[in-house]
């Protein structure tokens, strides 16, 4: 589908002004002032992101009254369960805090639901079984702040509870023993961000001061966290929560601690995606390479195997469970492509794909862990907010629905426009989940895309590609893309910078790659500098390059490129058209 182009403008005086100021090159300096970041200061905490930046543990809201009940639990032998989520943000959540327990010799195991059959959240029923094992405290990562019910249960029950979470939270605060949130009311800490595995990092820092009993932790709790950090980076990244302040600090050096210090479960997976071959990591490895296998142990039903490849100290045990959740995440791969078709399919047959304002797609029998996954491939294909549902395979039980937003819709505000139709639902404004009776499909479908249809006016049907500047492909020196690459870790409000080159080539013939051909590869030729360009989903547009005649305008990402030791400069297409199109016009800066 089209999109706009849309090129940020640049004050000549205000970057020749912030290059000598902050030492910085020319190129730096318009990316940092896209950013909106133009003083000597700030350019120097945001590019050096110093790890003595990141807050004390106990300033976090709730932090101190956890670390003591952990602490005394500890001391008084008592049964502790780390009860976390099934995503790679709740794995290494719960990974962080179990070898921390373990660590202070707590008597400590962890559990982790069942995606398909126990669904998110903390479960009353597991709850029960856990109290009649023996548990006495259960700790949540990544979960357990809307779990009102459920804490009740939990008190009922004789359980102490300590909620950890980063989740938005209901009317109603649930009634645990301790909250640890770093968004709780009355709060004044200055950063929300953190995600689940971010908030059990500072949990285990603070119960690491208390073991040490000083305000710096012994040698050994030092190198603990230095590892837990790196963890901790994956459930950063792989929960995309921004790229800012605490969460900037934690990846940037939880990437070094990646390479250098990684658990044996880790390192054993880096090896099998190839990660071992690099000099070093950055957040796009995590976000495509790790993440996914980790997910992938979560959407297919065996979270707990993720901690456990995260937290064993067997070196073959580590190799088995790495290998395993390979063959998961190529199974996962096979099932997201299979109902990916399926739903494209679905789209050309029943839906108006450059008209309807939003898709709302449903299949028997659809496999519910990947359904995610795929609503997030259609809505960014075709820019639509999508909703994908899986219906029961006997249609005696409700479909399990997820979905994600584009053109800026709040998807969460979209669903509770439709309550009435659903069972339950909950999420956030970009992703959300429901549940939903056959018999009301097509009722929801019709109500959500008349919301739709009323939150988004027609200009926000067109997609935009916002423009970082302007760069001839000879300017893209492994230096220039070397020095972009100071303003990492990318991702999630802090995206690795949009370029854009005009009159450019397509040398050869465009070919599609990667296992089932999803990937493009295609070579760009301007003027005497040919470069090669990768485009990740984008399989399809091999067939439409090939029938170009004459030469193109592209948008794209620098990357460098590493291969057998040799690092070379590499385009990320984002989007492409024709030469003669529309120019590009101005956005006003942030």
């Known amino acids: 589908m089209s999109k706009h182009w849309r090129i940020r403008p640049h004050d000549p005086d205000e970057l020749a002004r912030l290059e000598k100021t902050a030492g910085v090159p020319p190129v730096v300096a318009q990316l940092l002032v896209n950013r909106g970041i133009t003083d000597e200061p700030e350019v120097a905490r945001f590019l050096e992101a110093p790890m003595k930046e990141l807050r004390d543990p106990e300033l976090l809201p709730g932090v101190n009254e956890a670390a003591d009940l952990v602490m005394a639990a500890i001391s008084a032998g008592k049964r502790i369960t780390v009860y976390g989520d099934y995503d790679a943000d709740g794995m290494t959540g719960t990974a962080i805090l179990l070898r921390c327990l373990k660590m202070l010799q707590a008597n400590v195991g962890s559990y982790l639901p069942n995606r398909m059959t126990e669904g998110y959240g903390l479960n009353s029923e597991r709850l029960e079984k856990l109290a009649a094992e023996g548990t006495e405290l259960v700790i949540s990562v990544d979960c357990g702040i809307a779990s009102v019910e459920e804490a009740a249960r939990a008190k009922e029950l004789g359980l102490e509870l300590v909620i950890t979470d980063h989740h938005r939270f209901g009317e109603t605060l649930p009634a ?128 707990e195997l993720g901690v456990e490849l995260l937290t064993t100290d067997n070196p073959q045990r580590a190799e088995d469970l ?49 359904i995610g996954v795929v609503a ?56 959300a989940g429901l549940t939903i009776k056959d018999k009301n499909i097509d009722a929801f479908r019709g109500a959500f895309c008349e919301h739709v249809a009323g939150a988004i006016c027609e200009e926000d049907l067109v997609a935009e590609v916002i423009i970082d500047a302007e760069s001839t492909l000879s300017q893209l020196t492994l230096q220039t893309v070397q020095q972009i690459q100071r303003l990492a870790p990318f991702g999630n409000s802090n995206p690795r910078p949009i370029l854009c080159a005009s009159g450019v080539q397509i040398a050869g013939t465009p070919s599609r790659m990667g296992g089932g051909d999803l990937h493009l590869s295609v070579k760009l030729k301007q003027h005497s500098v040919t470069l090669r360009a990768v485009a990740f989903g984008k399989g399809d547009w091999a067939e439409e390059l090939d029938q170009v005649e004459g030469d193109i305008d592209i948008a794209y990402r620098a990357v460098i490129n590493e291969f057998r030791g040799r690092r070379s400069v590499e385009l990320h297409l984002v989007d492409w058209r024709p030469a003669e199109t529309t120019a590009a016009v101005p956005v006003e800066s942030p």
Not at 343 to 349: F, G, L, P, R, V
Not at 390 to 404: F, L, N, P, T, Y
């Open 322 to 370: 790495a290998e395993y959740l390979e063959e998961l995440n190529e199974s996962r791969k096979k099932l997201e492509r299979s109902i990916y078709l399926a739903a494209k399919k679905q789209i050309k047959e029943d839906f108006d794909a450059e008209n309807d304002d939003a898709f709302v797609l449903a299949g028997r029998g659809w496999h519910r862990g990947v």
């Open 176 to 303: 645990a023993d301790v909250l640890v949130h770093p968004g709780l009311p009355g709060s004044s800490y200055p950063f929300t961000g953190l995600c689940g595995a971010g908030v059990a990092f500072k949990l285990a820092w603070a119960l690491c001061k208390r073991a040490s009993d000083a305000r710096k932790v012994s040698q050994a709790m030092r190198e603990f966290l230095l590892m837990a950090m790196g963890v901790a980076a994956i459930g950063t990244v792989a929960d995309v929560v921004p790229l800012l302040d605490e969460n900037r600090i934690i990846v940037r050096h939880g990437l070094v601690s990646l390479r250098e210090h990684p658990p044996l479960g880790l390192q054993a997976l880096m090896r099998r995606a190839g990660l071992d071959k690099k000099s070093s990591l950055d957040a796009e490895d995590i976000g495509f390479m790790i993440g996914p296998r980790l997910n992938a142990a979560g959407r297919l039903g065996q979270a």
């Open 376 to 431: 997030g491939r259609i809505a960014e294909k075709y820019q639509r907010p999508t909703i994908v549902i899986s219906q029961d395979k006997i249609a005696a039980e409700a479909g399990v629905g997820s979905g994600r937003s584009a053109l800026g819709l709040n998807l969460y505000e979209a669903l509770n426009d439709c309550q009435d139709l659903l069972v339950k639902h909950g999420g956030h404004p970009a992703a």
